[in-house]
């Protein structure tokens, strides 16, 4: 079994930053990879960017790829998600999902891999 307890989200204007926090607890917590996904509303629930074990590798959707970066700090089961130069487009429900073991390359943005997520953070980005 895995939690996860998202944080950070906020109200920012457009150009601004912002940090997200994903906090993994749990049994398991250490053989899982973790993936943002973002929610706006009346849209499905799209993949963001993504961290795998598999070479402690990240991965990023076009959208954010030279905005977002993704850091882990392992002592604290944390995974964060940098988020800078935001637009109005990246207004959303922000959640942090875990899928076992590693994702890759091809897989890491396939939804019905993750069986665990947390109850999500609200991003906002004023014009």
């Known amino acids: 079994q895995v939690q996860l307890v998202e944080s950070g989200g906020g109200l920012v204007q457009a150009g601004g930053s912002l940090r997200l926090s994903c906090v993994a607890s749990g049994r398991t917590r250490n053989n899982i990879s973790i993936s943002w996904f973002r929610q706006s509303p009346g849209k499905g629930r799209e993949f963001v960017a993504g961290h795998t074990r598999l070479r402690d590798t990240s991965f990023y959707s076009d959208s954010v790829k030279g905005r977002f970066t993704i850091s882990k700090d392992n002592a604290k089961s944390t995974l964060y998600l940098q988020m800078d130069n935001l637009t109005p487009g990246d207004t959303a429900m922000y959640y942090c999902?875990?899928?076992?073991?590693?994702?890759?390359?091809?897989?890491?943005?396939?939804?019905?891999?993750?069986?665990?997520w947390g109850q999500g953070t609200q991003v906002t980005v004023s014009s």
């Open positions: 999902e875990a899928a076992p073991g590693a994702v890759t390359s091809q897989s890491v943005g396939v939804r019905r891999l993750y069986n665990y």
